[in-house]
Nanobody
Framework: QVQLVESGGGLAQPGGSLRLSCAAR????????MGWYRQAPGKKREVVAS???????????SVKGRFSISRDSFRNGAKNTVSLEMNNLKPEDTAVYYC???????????WGQGTQVTVSS
């Protein structure tokens, strides 16, 4: 079982920056992909960014050039922490951001509980 613990988020002004972090706990096993999704009120959950275990990132079109994802640490042979640096924030970035972890061998997906990001002046 994998538990995802998120931190960061909060309130930022347009043009400002925030950093989100997510740590996968409780598992000694490999996690293949970690990423961030977001859901704004009345909208579907969408992918923000993801990164593989060998550091290959991908980004949603709306955040390319502004957000940067990285996997930060090794523990027991697995990179189990992912961070999202969000720059030049826009009001449309306001949403609940969810961390996700994927295991390709079992097909299991794990989700964090979400953290609120609000961009407003």
């Amino acid at each position: 079982q994998v538990q995802l613990v998120e931190s960061g988020g909060g309130l930022a002004q347009p043009g400002g920056s925030l950093r989100l972090s997510c740590a996968a706990r409780g598992s000694m096993l490999r996690i293949d992909v970690m990423g961030w999704y977001r859901q704004a009120p009345g909208k579907k959950r969408e992918v923000v960014a993801s990164i593989t275990n060998d550091d290959r990132p991908s980004y949603g079109d709306s955040v390319k050039g502004r957000f940067s994802i990285s996997r930060d640490s090794f523990r027991n042979g697995a990179k189990n922490t992912v961070s999202l640096e969000m720059n030049n924030l826009k009001p449309e970035d306001t949403a609940v951001y969810y961390c996700k972890a994927e295991r390709w061998d079992t097909g299991d997906n794990y989700w964090g509980q979400g953290t609120q990001v609000t961009v407003s002046s």
